[in-house]
């Protein structure tokens, strides 16, 4: 059996956040503005580009569903909330700044993800229980 390391998280955590961010990020470089400025002239370039997207959020979606399940994500989805709402309890974090709460909620959405991604392996090392969704026939 394969064991996950720090840098298969931590790839895991760049790809998710490479999702995020070319999908929206408040600089105004992303597939949101691009898309935004050409909606009267689609080009074959924003499908195509619109597609990758789609199908690597359909890959972190559902593999971080089917490893926290439903209560598991809720709950992941707290936990980060509950750093926001301390990094504006501590005033590192203002609710009036948009740019950089976005920012904050992006990375921590990434971070969600790979732990998504990453759970089964992390489970699996901490408790020795194996995922048997897909199991392989030799």
């Not at 950089?100 to 921590?108: D, F, K, M």
Request: with cysteine; hydrophobic share 55%; aromatic share 16%.
């Amino acid at each position: 059996m394969r064991t996950i390391t720090a840098g298969g998280i931590a790839l895991r955590f760049f790809f998710a956040l490479l999702l995020i961010l070319c999908s929206y990020n408040p600089s105004g470089y992303s597939y949101y503005h691009w898309l935004w400025a050409n909606l009267s002239s689609l080009t074959p370039y924003l499908a195509i580009a619109g597609l990758i997207l789609i199908i690597g959020w359909a890959i972190y979606l559902r593999a971080t569903f089917r490893s926290l399940g439903f209560i598991g994500v809720v709950l992941a989805g707290l936990f980060f909330a509950c750093l926001v709402w301390l990094l504006v309890y501590w005033g590192v974090l203002a609710l009036d700044k948009f740019t950089s709460l976005a920012w904050v909620v992006e990375v921590l959405f990434a971070a969600l993800l790979a732990v998504g991604m990453s759970w089964s392996h992390i489970r699996r090392r901490l408790s020795g229980q194996v995922d048997t969704d897909d199991v392989d026939q030799n």
